[in-house]
């Protein structure tokens, strides 16, 4: 079974994916970008969906640490901040994706699906 990370500052955010992805996936859960590190560290993760906006680390900073310690895992950015170069930026980084928030379920798991099948 793949492993799906799930970092966000959102505690009810992060139960919503940790119950819509639990029959597909073993989900971890991280509350900010440091915990992200040391799952990522600690676990074999094959995919993380990462919240842009965070206490201590911001998204972009995490992805940059996701990707120095394993540049394979593809990461999702998940974000309500609407800036047009934030998704480019991303993409520069090396995210795999870019979801704005407010989204549908069904959307996410679809991306979610689409970026491991590409892995």
Known sequence: MQTLLIVDDDANLRRLF????????????????????NTVTTNKVDIVMLDYHMPGIDGIETLKGIKQLDDKIPVIIVTCDTS??????????????????????????????????EK
């Open 84 to 117: 047009k170069g934030l998704p480019a930026k991303a993409k520069n980084l090396g995210a795999s994706g870019y979801i704005p928030k407010p989204f549908a379920p069904d959307d996410i798991v679809t991306i979610v699906s689409c970026v491991l099948n």
């Open 18 to 37: 940790c119950k819509t992805f639990k029959n597909k996936y073993k989900v971890l859960a991280a509350k900010n970008g440091y915990q992200a590190l």
